[in-house]
C-alpha cells in the first residue's frame, strides 16, 4: 500500500521561507522520480518541482524553491525562499508522471501579510 504524508505548511509573510516534507511509504519512493504539486483554488493542479534521473522546476519557481530527497528516511523536501501570494495552495507530493491512489492530504502554504 502506497502512502504519501506532507507536513510543513503554514501561514507565512511574502518574502518569508518554509521547508515541506513528505514521508513516503511503500516501494515508490525508491524507484519513481518523485515530485512537488500544488493546486490554488479554482485552479488546476501543476507540477512545481521534480527530481528523479533530473531536477526540474516550473518557471514560476525557478531559483526560488529547491526539491531535494533523503533515500535513507524516504523523504522528499521542498524549500521554498521569497515565497510570493500567488504561491499560496494546497501542496502535494507524489510520482512523476503521478499515481492516483498515492495522493495524500497535502499541507496548506498561505503567503500573506
Known amino acids: 500500500q502506497v502512502q504519501l504524508v506532507e507536513s510543513g505548511g503554514g501561514l507565512v509573510q511574502p518574502g518569508g521561507s518554509l521547508r515541506l516534507s513528505c514521508v513516503a511509504s511503500?516501494?515508490?519512493?525508491?524507484?519513481?522520480?518523485m515530485g512537488w504539486y500544488r493546486q490554488a483554488p479554482g485552479k488546476q493542479r501543476e507540477l512545481v518541482a521534480s527530481?528523479?534521473?533530473?531536477?526540474i522546476y516550473a518557471d514560476s519557481v525557478k531559483g526560488r524553491f529547491t526539491i531535494t530527497r533523503d533515500i535513507a528516511k524516504n523523504t522528499v523536501y521542498l524549500q521554498m525562499n521569497s515565497l510570493k501570494p500567488e504561491d499560496s495552495a494546497v501542496y502535494y507530493c507524489?510520482?512523476?508522471?503521478?499515481?492516483?491512489?498515492?495522493w495524500g492530504q497535502g499541507t496548506q502554504v498561505t503567503v500573506s501579510s
Open positions: 511503500g516501494s515508490i519512493f525508491r524507484t519513481n522520480a
Open positions: 527530481t528523479g534521473g533530473s531536477t
Open positions: 507524489n510520482t512523476v508522471p503521478s499515481y492516483g491512489p498515492a
